[in-house]
């Protein structure tokens, strides 16, 4: 991935972000996370209130058109669902 290209999708994740914790009821968190020795791996770590919020927020417009806006600046996609907190 270029530079260009990476600046671009963390730009399209911060505004994934915001108008995931703005719009979406269920949403309580949503941070995006990167490590110093992985420059080109985002992590998202999202929290929902259950497994309806997650379904409206993959069917949001928002999330649809950041899956458009960035499907070939994007690979090895991994969603882990954790449902109970300890």
Do not use: I
Request: include cysteine; charge should be negative.
């Amino acid at each position: 991935m270029s530079s260009m290209q990476s600046l671009k999708v963390v730009c399209r994740v911060r505004q994934l972000a915001s108008e995931s914790l703005h719009n979406e009821a269920g949403c309580q968190a949503f941070e995006v996370w990167t490590s110093g020795d992985r420059p080109n791996k985002l992590h998202l770590h999202e929290v929902y209130d259950d497994a309806g919020a997650v379904d409206l927020r993959l069917k949001s417009a928002h999330c649809q058109s950041f899956d458009a806006d960035t499907a070939d600046m994007t690979t090895d996609m991994k969603v882990n669902l954790w449902d109970h907190k300890l």
